[in-house]
């Protein structure tokens, strides 16, 4: 009889850190029914319902357990998101280790796959002897970038968003400065340090897999790869997006759908900024301007307003987002669009054959949601990583039109208008729908039984099984 083997995953905290590495997870026991994964999760707060919601829904062989929630009052107040996620792991790493300790004393765990922000957890696998991996929720361009930042830190010396030249980064596509990721954009502040030391720990696991494939970033991977650049091995294992019994199907999400129904194939335009991404009041006025101007059927996930662009990515927003759209825009759009408070049905959304196109924060996990239905993209980047993986998009793959911002930061209504009649009834955007659909097929193959990226990860699940 085979054995079981036993991995253990430590995901970072909020809703869409866990879900990356629970399908990461459930893709691993169903191509390798032999596994057990055991989710070690670290949370800040209670837990949201969208994460207990999905856990629900696992199937046997994974299981989990909760951490004891981090206060809010013992993170770093002010401090940037990602400083907030990684010291709710560092505050976590006691409980972490007991519960290592307690599985690996009756249970012989082969491996430690943590995410991106959890990766102090890694330093428990020698004393359990356990092999350490990273699990990257996103693409090979940012990883390449994160390698590539200690060398850049040593050449350089003002910020990069006032370097003239796009910083080329091995085997990726150049990248203005002022489009890496947050953390990038103040080398003064802790984020950015954090980052750094964050990054030379990278290069100590025994392994780090992206979510992406060999089609979709062919150049960074192949990079990431090069022998004598002195990298952990990398693999490309996606892309891999949310499957299994869909949530959100409340009462709004069948409305959605129902509307969704009504619509002409191909004519709606679906906008939303993921999890927790919000627009300021300006902003929110410009955005519902604009689509009202562009006179194309559109379906808004409408988060209520704040300064602050990730404000709603870990705090629960109380205040009915509709109040604060532009007065008379219900009414006045009534027969154009459909608004929907706070949370959609994203895949469900995404797939339906109304749909042609999505106007998206570009979170990795939305668009690849996006690609592996053939729906081109407007990008709207607002943090982390978001502005890089616009452009791989639109300057890469040419999947995606990038609206322009004016001198204040703000994309204008008129701005908003055209680029959606771009998108929508264009030349451009017929080619991008075009270039999306091959993008799909490209995606779908990897992930097939004899795909890129399952070979890839069927190798790794030999060399696992070899070691039980
Ligand atoms: N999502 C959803 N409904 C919504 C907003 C988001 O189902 O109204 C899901 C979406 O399908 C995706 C995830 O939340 O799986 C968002 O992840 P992404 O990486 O795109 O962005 P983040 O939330 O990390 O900014």
Redesign the pocket.
């Known amino acids: 009889m085979e054995k079981t083997v036993h991995i253990a995953v430590v995901p970072g905290p909020g809703?869409?850190h866990l879900?990356p590495i629970l399908e990461f997870s459930k893709r691993l026991v169903q191509l390798h029914p032999h596994f057990h994964v055991k989710c070690i999760i670290p949370s800040f707060g209670s837990p949201p319902t969208s994460s207990k919601t999905i856990l629900e829904t696992l199937e046997s062989n994974i299981t989990y357990t909760f951490l004891p929630p981090v206060k809010p009052e013992d993170l770093p107040q002010g401090a940037a998101i990602e400083t907030q996620l990684q010291f709710t792991v560092t505050l976590s790493l006691p409980s972490i280790h007991q519960v290592l300790k307690s599985l690996t004393s009756t249970t012989p765990f082969v491996a430690l796959v943590t995410d991106s922000f959890a990766f102090e957890a890694l330093d428990f696998a020698q004393e359990f002897n356990m092999l350490s991996y990273i699990y990257f929720p996103t693409t090979a361009t940012t990883l390449s970038w994160y390698f590539y930042v200690s060398k850049l830190d040593k050449e350089t010396s003002c910020e990069y968003k006032d370097l003239k030249e796009p910083i080329v980064i091995p085997g990726c596509v150049p990248i203005h400065g002022m489009d890496l990721n947050n953390q990038a954009q103040d080398r003064s502040s802790q984020v950015y340090k954090l980052f750094l030391q964050r990054v030379q720990r990278f290069l100590f696991v025994d392994g780090i897999f992206v979510n992406s494939s060999l089609e979709l970033e062919r150049g960074p991977i192949a990079a990431l790869k090069e022998e004598g650049r002195g990298y952990p091995p990398v693999y490309p294992v996606g892309p891999i997006?949310?499957t299994g019994k869909r949530y959100?199907n409340d009462a709004k999400g069948f409305e959605c759908l129902a509307w969704l129904d009504k619509q002409q194939p191909g004519s709606v335009l679906y906008v939303?900024f993921?999890?927790?991404?919000t627009l300021s009041q300006e902003q929110m006025d410009e955005l519902a301007y604009g689509l009202e101007l562009s006179d194309h059927k559109f379906l808004w996930?409408v988060r209520a307003p704040s300064t602050l662009a990730s404000d709603a990515?870990l705090h629960a927003q109380n205040d009915d987002p509709l109040q604060f759209l532009p007065s008379g825009f219900l009414e006045r759009t009534k027969d154009q669009g459909m608004v929907i408070p706070?949370?959609?049905?994203?895949?469900q959304v995404l797939s339906h054959s109304s749909v042609g196109g999505f106007l998206t924060?570009c979170?990795?996990?939305?668009?690849l949601?996006s690609l592996l239905q053939g729906v081109p993209l407007i990008t709207w980047p607002l943090f982390?990583e978001q502005r890089m993986n616009a452009v791989l998009l639109c300057e890469g793959l040419k999947v995606g039109l990038r609206p322009r911002v004016n001198e204040n930061g703000l994309v204008e209504r008129v701005e908003v208008a055209e680029v959606i009649k771009c998108l929508m009834e264009g030349e451009e955007g017929g080619k991008m729908r075009k270039r999306m659909k091959e993008l799909k097929e490209a995606g779908t193959d990897a992930i097939k039984q004899d795909g890129s990226s399952t070979k890839t990860l069927s190798q790794l699940v030999l060399k696992w099984k070899n070691l039980v």
């Open positions: 809703f869409s879900v997006i949310q959100g939303s993921g999890s927790g991404g996930v990515y706070s949370w959609a049905p994203q895949i924060h979170g990795w996990n939305s668009t949601e982390a």
